[in-house]
């Protein structure tokens, strides 16, 4: 399976690469963007089966990034890793079509939790 992190973080990418291996998650191809519109580039050439993006980005941030997606007819199972984790933030990015959203810090538990359901 193809897993596709995007975040403008080099860091935080690395940082949700390592927990998906801790959570179990570490024979998966992990392929990263830094942007919403690097992350349509990636998903054109190499569709992931998930996709796991932060929600604010320069250039497109990760909402914008889930609707492109949506409109273009892409039903690939997307969820949020991000800072912030409000009912209001959590309900706009149910509404857009987002499996979850995981608020940082995060653990190995918490991407089981939300990952096995939409990997298995």
């Known amino acids: 399976m193809r897993i596709l992190i995007v975040d403008d ?4 990418r690395s940082i949700v690469t390592r927990t998906l291996r801790q959570a179990g998650f570490g024979d998966h191809d992990v392929s990263e963007a830094a942007n ?3 992350a349509l580039d990636v998903v ?3 569709p992931p089966d998930l996709v796991l993006s932060d929600w604010n980005m320069p250039e497109m941030d990760g909402l914008e990034l889930l609707q492109s997606l ?3 007819g892409n039903a690939v199972p997307f969820g949020f890793v991000t800072t912030e984790g409000t009912e209001e933030m959590r309900d706009r990015a149910a509404q857009a079509g987002a499996s979850f959203l995981i608020a940082k810090p995060f653990t190995p538990e918490t991407f089981r ?4 359901p939409v990997l298995s």
């Open 113 to 116: 939790e939300f990952l096995e």
């Open 36 to 38: 919403g519109v690097q």
């Open 44 to 46: 054109a050439a190499t």
């Open 70 to 72: 949506r409109g273009r």
């Open 9 to 12: 973080s080099r860091v935080m």
